[in-house]
C-alpha cells in the first residue's frame, strides 16, 4: 500500500511522516493520531534523503496489515480460549470451582500473549524488512535536504 504525506520529522536514518489517510488506511493502526488528530506514522526508514516539509510517498508492505491483525487480535482470543479451556479443565481436578479457575487462567494467557506480540514487534521492526518506508519524494518542502529537484524510490 502506497501512501502519501509530508515529513515532519528527521532523526538520522528516520522519519516521522503525518499522512493524508486514504479509505484504505482507515483502521490499519500502524500509525497514531497527532494532538490535531492528523495520522502521523513513525519511524519510517529513508534511504531517499527527504527533509523536513518534503511531500512523500510511502510504502507499507501489504503483509505487515495482515500479519499486526493476526498478532494483535488472532493471539491473544486465541490464548484467552486456551487458557480458560485449561483452566477449566485443570479447576475441576484441583478442587477449584472450573469457571473462576478457567477465567484467571484466560486473562493472563492473554495477557502474557499481548506483552509477548509487543515485545515480538519491537524485534521485527528492528529488523527493517516489514517496516514502512520512503517510496519516493514528490516535492520539496521548505526545509529542503538537497537541490529541490525531484527524487524517486531507490
Known amino acids: 500500500m502506497i501512501e502519501r504525506?509530508?515529513?515532519?520529522?528527521?532523526r538520522g536514518g528516520n522519519v516521522d511522516v503525518v499522512l493524508a489517510g486514504s479509505s484504505a488506511c482507515q483502521g490499519c493502526s500502524a500509525c497514531s493520531a497527532s494532538d490535531s488528530g492528523e495520522l502521523l506514522l513513525r519511524d519510517v526508514v529513508d534511504r531517499a534523503g527527504t527533509g523536513l516539509g518534503d511531500e512523500v510517498e510511502?510504502?507499507?508492505p501489504e503483509s505487515l496489515r495482515?500479519?499486526?491483525?493476526?498478532a494483535v487480535y488472532g493471539v491473544p482470543l486465541a490464548s484467552l480460549l486456551l487458557g480458560y479451556l485449561a483452566g477449566f479443565l485443570l479447576g475441576g481436578r484441583m478442587g477449584?470451582?472450573?469457571?473462576?479457575?478457567?477465567a484467571v487462567l484466560g486473562v493472563l494467557a492473554a495477557t502474557a500473549a499481548l506483552a509477548g506480540t509487543r515485545f515480538a514487534e519491537r524485534v521485527v521492526m528492528r529488523g527493517g524488512r516489514f517496516s514502512p518506508r520512503v517510496h519516493a519524494i514528490l516535492s520539496r518542502g521548505s526545509g529542503m535536504n538537497g537541490t529541490g529537484s525531484e527524487s524517486n524510490d531507490l
Open 58 to 60: 510511502v510504502l507499507i
Open 66 to 70: 495482515m500479519k499486526a491483525a493476526l
Open 96 to 102: 477449584i470451582e472450573p469457571d473462576v479457575a478457567g
Open 5 to 10: 504525506g509530508t515529513v515532519v520529522a528527521v
